[in-house]
């Protein structure tokens, strides 16, 4: 059983297109990240989350790019206006050691 | 800036051998170190984790910390077909918050 669900699995949008991408924990934590895989390169770290506020962000993390807990439990990944270069795996992850949701595949089109 | 390296492979061990992996990192005050495995298309999957130097046993799984030479690797023992999967490698720097670098993997295929 995963340490995190992701949904959805797959999401394909239009360049400039908003993107909510979903995790739900599945007991509470106080670490969650968010890193991004781009197909055949390295894992990237984006966004750290801790006690429901932003800990540590990467440059990757610019304004397009927001993250929530709207309500206490599940986490939001928000990209505001896609672009080509979004397109990779999302994944989700719980504590420090990075266990791993099952991943958000984004593809921009 | 922070780095870590690893051999992309893909390293070839045929079926019961031992899968010897390296990685190596840029910053000697690195805290934490981690492998993991991730299947074409999958999440990565936490096999080990170590923060001392020597050797750290878990089943089949080996990992070897040098602080010193600033190298941390992972045996497989009795490789296993199941086993093919890529192997990344991801340091927590001591200066750089509580996210992991990770390294690129190495791809591992184990032949029958």
């Known amino acids: 059983e995963p340490e995190v669900t992701q949904t959805p699995s797959h999401q394909v949008t239009q360049m400039g297109q908003e993107v909510i991408l979903r995790c739900v924990p599945i007991s509470n934590h106080l670490y969650f990240y968010w890193y991004r895989q781009i197909l055949g390169q390295k894992v990237e770290f984006l966004v750290s989350f801790y006690n429901n506020e932003i800990s540590e962000k990467s440059e990757i993390f610019d304004d397009q790019f927001s993250v929530e807990r709207p309500d206490g439990s599940n986490f939001t990944l928000k990209i505001r206006s896609t672009k080509l270069e979004d397109s990779a795996m999302y994944f989700c992850?719980?504590?420090?050691?990075?266990?791993f949701g099952q991943g958000t595949r984004l593809t921009v089109v | 800036q922070k780095e870590v390296e690893q051999n992309s492979g893909p390293l070839s061990v045929p079926e019961g051998a031992i899968a010897s992996l390296n990685c190596t990192y840029s910053?000697?005050?690195?805290?934490?170190f981690f492998w993991y495995r991730q299947y074409s298309g999958k999440s990565p999957e936490l096999i080990m984790s170590?923060?001392?130097?020597g050797d750290k046993e878990d089943g089949r799984f080996t990992a070897q910390l040098n602080k010193a030479s600033q190298y941390v690797s992972l045996l497989i023992r009795d490789s296993q077909p199941s086993d093919s999967a890529t192997y990344l490698c991801?340091?927590?720097?001591?200066?750089?918050?509580?996210?992991?670098?990770f390294g690129g993997g190495t791809r591992v295929l184990v032949k029958p």
């Open positions: 910053d000697r005050v690195s805290q934490s």
């Open positions: 170590i923060y001392s130097n």
């Open positions: 992850a719980r504590a420090i050691e990075a266990f």
């Open positions: 991801a340091v927590k720097y001591l200066a750089a918050g509580n996210k992991l670098t």
